[in-house]
C-alpha cells in the first residue's frame, strides 16, 4: 500500500486546510486510517482516525471539534477537514493505515499501523 499525503500549507490562526490521504496498491474497504501529526521537538501526536468497517471515527482532544476526518471510497482516499486552525496545529501531517481491525481503544496507537505515507507540512502563523 502507498499512501500519499497533500494539501498542506500556511494558513493564519482560524482559518482552514483540508488535507488528502490517497491509497494506491490496495483498496480502502477494510481497517483504520489514522492521522498523526508531529511538531519540530515533540513526539508524535495522535490526530484522528477513521474505521472503515463500523464507519467510526475518532479523534484527538486537542482537534475534537474542529478537525474532520471523512472518506471517499470511489477515490480511495482519506481527507482530514481542519477548522479554527491554532498555531499549535503546526506540524507535520501524516497517514497511516492498518488492513486489520482493531478496537476504537487503539486507533491512536501508532505501532497498529502497518503503512505510511510522507508528511505534509502545516504551517499556522498566529
Known amino acids: 500500500v502507498q499512501l500519499q499525503a497533500s494539501g498542506g500549507g500556511l494558513a493564519q490562526a482560524g482559518g482552514s486546510l483540508r488535507l488528502s490521504c490517497a491509497a494506491s496498491?490496495?483498496?480502502?474497504?477494510?481497517?483504520?486510517v489514522g492521522w498523526f501529526r508531529q511538531a519540530p521537538g515533540k513526539e508524535r501526536e495522535f490526530v484522528a482516525a477513521?474505521?472503515?468497517?463500523?464507519?467510526?471515527?475518532h479523534y484527538g482532544d486537542s482537534v475534537k471539534g474542529r478537525f474532520t476526518i471523512s472518506r471517499d471510497n470511489a477515490k480511495n482516499t482519506v481527507y482530514l477537514q481542519m477548522n479554527s486552525l491554532k498555531p499549535e496545529d503546526t506540524g507535520v501531517y501524516s497517514c497511516?493505515?492498518?488492513?486489520?481491525?482493531?478496537?476504537?481503544?487503539?486507533?491512536?496507537?501508532?505501532?497498529?499501523?502497518?503503512?505510511w505515507g510522507q508528511g505534509t507540512l502545516v504551517t499556522v502563523s498566529s
Open positions: 477513521i474505521r472503515w468497517s463500523f464507519s467510526s471515527t
Open positions: 496498491g490496495r483498496t480502502l474497504d477494510s481497517g483504520t
Open positions: 497511516a493505515v492498518t488492513p486489520r481491525r482493531f478496537n476504537s481503544g487503539s486507533v491512536s496507537w501508532p505501532q497498529i499501523y502497518d503503512y
